[in-house]
């Protein structure tokens, strides 16, 4: 029944039916390792730095979705690393470097003395890959222009982000090291998750900042029902949104609403064995919530809160968009801040020091 | 949503009552003879631009070549070159360079023939694009939209052998890389199929299938359809015609709207039926349809225009198929004169058994039965189909594609609420009817093969109505009219859409 009413290209709910329905088909037919490989290597084939960029671009136009993270982390960035002279940002996030751009022009213009940068970028998505080059001479080029003495490098050889060691990231004795996290560790297989943030620590960096979505699909990952219970719930909110930010017959959109297939079908409808990563490809895609997050980040840093500073850059921030954006700050227990649609928190955003 | 009473449409126009002096008031480059109605006529309009970069006749180019690549199979050819078969009995326009198929040496390299005709074609895309004056350039079938297509084909042909797993591999990518809202009609069409032949193997595999259809979302795109494009109302138009010579000089008249919908067909009719010199007929009109709601909703607002022109009027609903209903449910009244009226799609099954439909034909014996059909057969396997719908849905979104810029959302909502209902229908497991009978391929072939029934061919009025009809859709020079044969076809370029005809029962005298 939901088949003949389920659509891609219809309206919110029938878009919602057609992709879910496609994932427990895939499961159904326990074909979702296969399936998710042939709808990967189909979106890399079909995308190029231009098509990826407007991509990106008209997202962060058209919603806040992706710039609240960067506005709070480059805020936090910032204050953690003031006065010092040598910087390393440790960059994990498949965000084309859009966050960067501002950071260069605050670090050029807050002092007198402009520190140097050197930004080590970790991509594993082979999307991204490819057009890597020539976002680093864009970044190089830009940085020029700034006047910001400009390091860029590039670690790609990685087929999961578990892969990466502290050797291959390069960090040197006198510099300040930060590490920045945006929908990265969400990547990391669920048993990899307190490894990796333990090698994070022992970088020695001065401030790590965490964006990642809120919702759970990491808990409940045992538990097929209410694991997809939860995916429902987090991508009717996230399809909704788009429906509400972009035009309807948006190409945009389609490529995000595709994206977020092909992550339903991960989720609800490939084994996750660590042993299969290999042949499955791709990455974890189990999304956990600020409160687990912290949870996994307490053991081995202390949060540092957000100053009022950077809270008004990201409510500022909001303003530029459409109503129904909104900022939580956090309660009693929580760390963070939370960016919310229609009161409903859907990314969360952190700062930590060792 | 237009949910209000009805506007008289054209109410400036006269329909043309029969054996009047012609007072046609109509703007044409056409020379109408008025003493006889030729049969066989051919209409020259004003399209003449033989453009081979149109997505229809690649389709048609490439099909052809994987049929021929197929092995033979015991059942039928596929007759998905309806328009082109039907050259034999009605002259086509500019049929002599496009009528003939390719030759032979054409079939093996099939794409290098299309790039060539691609390449020729371009300066006189360029002077169209001008013509129209906007920025809408013609769709051009591009090597995206080739691979696509190619791709698609293999997946039907993937389907049709049973060979799921492969056939869900290609359709993954293909729904990955084809977006409804592309500017090539090539790959809208794809994205469309893709889907429609996804839900078919999820069906496939789940054993069962039933249809579901959104009636109130299906309405509201066909009224959007019928405001941008000419084939609605050319099927209303002609049928009313038809059906208004039928009932000169009755005053009792009976009409059977096989499937009323919105009954946006008969205000037109009503008006001219009220404004007769003879005086109004009393008029009783019996809506079929799916929801006794909508039907009632429709009567409701018939009445009232009815009451408005002053005319007396009944309406009967029945929320039946009309091949599944008896000869009883619909009260005959002795000396009304009966008219049945079908207009044909695809997008749901509105009639029932079609075996059964012809005999409450028969019994009916209606004074005249007025079709309007679709071109495009929704009986045989699976390719047939399949290969059928492609090329007819590939030049209904041609036809889109040409008027209406790529991120309209009327035509996005046309698109996906209609014709890709239609696709879905067709491509369907047991086709449109779901119960796998067979549907008769032609209804004309089979009313001619009736006894029960003569062929009433189209008058030159409802060819006058036509022609006025298309004076009002931009770009005119897309369409054609096609008189012959007795019926009247209106399609895109040279690929004939929908065809309307008329019969009498050859027992009646009511």
């Known amino acids: ?354 | 949503m237009m949910k209000g009473g009805f506007e008289v449409v054209h109410a400036t126009l006269d329909m043309i009552q029969p054996h009047h002096e012609p007072l046609w008031d109509f703007a044409s480059s056409v020379a109408f003879p008025t003493s006889s109605i030729p049969i066989r006529q051919t209409v020259e309009n004003r399209c003449v631009n033989l453009e081979r970069n149109e997505l229809s006749e690649w389709v048609e180019q490439v099909t052809k070549q994987l049929i021929d690549d197929l092995p033979p199979e015991p059942e039928t050819r596929p007759d998905h070159s309806s328009s082109l078969q039907d050259a034999d009995t009605s002259t086509m326009i500019c049929d002599d360079s496009f009528g003939a198929p390719l030759l032979p040496g054409d079939f093996s390299r099939p794409r290098k023939t299309i790039r060539r005709s691609f390449l020729d074609g371009n300066g006189e895309e360029l002077q169209w694009s001008n013509e129209l004056g906007t920025e809408n350039k013609l769709t051009r079938v591009d090597e995206q939209g080739l691979s696509l297509i190619t791709l698609l084909l293999e997946c039907a042909v993937a389907i049709s052998v049973d060979n799921l797993g492969e056939a869900h591999r290609m359709l993954l990518e293909l729904t990955q890389m084809a977006s409804p809202y592309a500017a090539s009609c090539a790959e809208r069409v794809v994205a469309y199929f893709a889907k429609a032949m996804s839900s078919r193997v999820i069906n496939s595999w789940l054993g069962i299938c039933s249809p579901l259809i959104n009636y109130k979302t299906v309405h509201c795109s066909f009224q959007a359809f019928n405001n941008v494009s000419p084939f609605i109302k050319f099927a209303h138009f002609t049928s009313n015609q038809a059906i208004l010579e039928a009932f000169h000089r009755r005053d009792r008249v009976h009409i059977i709207d096989l499937d009323i919908m919105q009954g946006l067909q008969w205000p037109a009719l009503f008006h001219i039926l009220a404004t007769r010199i003879e005086g109004a007929p009393h008029v009783r009109m019996t809506g079929m349809g799916s929801s006794m709601e909508l039907l009632v909703e429709t009567g409701k607002q018939l009445s009232n225009f009815a009451k408005r022109l002053g005319m007396s009027f009944e309406f009967h609903p029945i929320a039946k198929k009309f091949g599944e209903i008896d000869i009883s449910m619909i009260q005959l009244r002795r000396g009304e004169t009966l008219a049945v009226h079908w207009l044909q799609h695809s997008l749901y099954d509105a009639t029932g058994p079609d075996w059964k439909t012809l005999r409450l034909f028969e019994q009916l014996a209606p004074r005249v039965i007025t079709l309007v059909e679709q071109d495009l057969s929704h009986g045989g396997v699976f390719l047939d189909r399949f290969v059928g719908s492609l090329h007819y849905y590939s030049t209904m979104f041609d036809s889109l594609g040409a008027y209406l810029l790529a991120d309209d959302p009327n035509r996005h909502r046309i698109e996906h609420c209609l014709l890709y209902r239609e696709i879905n229908n067709i491509l369907a497991i047991g086709g449109p009817a779901r119960s796998g009978e067979d549907k008769f391929k032609h209804w004309r072939s089979e009313l001619a093969r009736s006894n029960c029934f003569v062929q009433l061919p189209m008058s030159s009025n409802s060819m006058a109505q036509a022609q006025l009809i298309l004076n009002m859709f931009p770009p005119a020079h897309g369409y054609s009219l096609v008189q012959g044969d007795g019926t009247l076809k209106l399609g895109w370029k040279d690929t004939s859409l929908f065809t309307a005809s008329a019969w009498t029962s050859s027992h009646a005298f009511r």
């Open chain 1, 1 to 354: 029944m939901l088949n003949e009413l389920a659509s891609p290209y219809g309206d919110c709910d029938q878009k919602l039916a057609s992709y879910f329905l496609q994932a427990l088909f895939c499961k159904a037919t326990e074909s979702g390792q296969r399936c998710y490989k042939t709808l990967t290597s189909v979106a890399e084939k079909s995308h190029s730095f231009d098509s990826a960029r407007k991509l990106i671009l008209k997202f962060q136009e058209v919603s806040p979705w992706t710039t609240f993270g960067h506005v709070a982390a480059n805020g936090a960035l910032l204050e953690a690393l003031d006065g010092e002279p040598k910087l390393h940002i440790i960059d994990i996030s498949n965000t084309l470097c859009t966050q960067w751009p501002t950071l260069l022009e605050a670090l050029a213009t807050r002092n007198d003395d402009t520190p140097h940068l050197k930004l080590t970028v970790v991509v594993t998505a082979n999307i991204v890959r490819s057009v890597m080059k020539e976002i680093s001479q864009r970044m190089e080029k830009f940085a020029r222009l700034m006047g910001v003495p400009f390091e860029f490098n590039v670690i790609s050889g990685l087929n999961r982000l578990g892969e990466l060691t502290k050797e291959a990231l390069g960090v040197v004795e006198d510099e300040a090291v930060a590490i920045n996290c945006i929908g990265a560790l969400r990547r990391l297989a669920v048993e990899e998750r307190g490894g990796v943030i333990q090698m994070f620590q022992s970088l020695g960096p001065k401030v790590v900042t965490v964006v990642e979505e809120e919702a759970d699909f990491s808990s409940t990952r045992y538990d097929f029902v209410r694991c997809f219970e939860e995916c429902l719930r987090f991508y009717t909110l996230y399809f909704e949104m788009l429906d509400e930010s972009f035009a309807p017959t948006s190409n945009e959109k389609l490529m995000l609403e595709r994206e977020c297939s092909r992550s339903i079908v991960r989720v609800l409808a490939c084994d996750d064995e660590l042993e299969d990563y290999s042949s499955t490809g791709g990455e974890c895609e189990r999304r956990e919530r600020g409160s687990q997050w912290s949870d996994r980040l307490k053991e081995v840093f202390s949060p540092i809160g957000f100053s009022d500073d950077v809270v008004d850059d990201v409510k500022a921030l909001l303003k530029r968009y459409r109503a129904g954006w909104a900022l939580a700050q956090p309660h009693q227990d929580e760390t963070g801040l939370y960016l919310t649609w229609k009161e409903e928190a859907v990314v969360w955003a952190s700062a930590w020091k060792p």
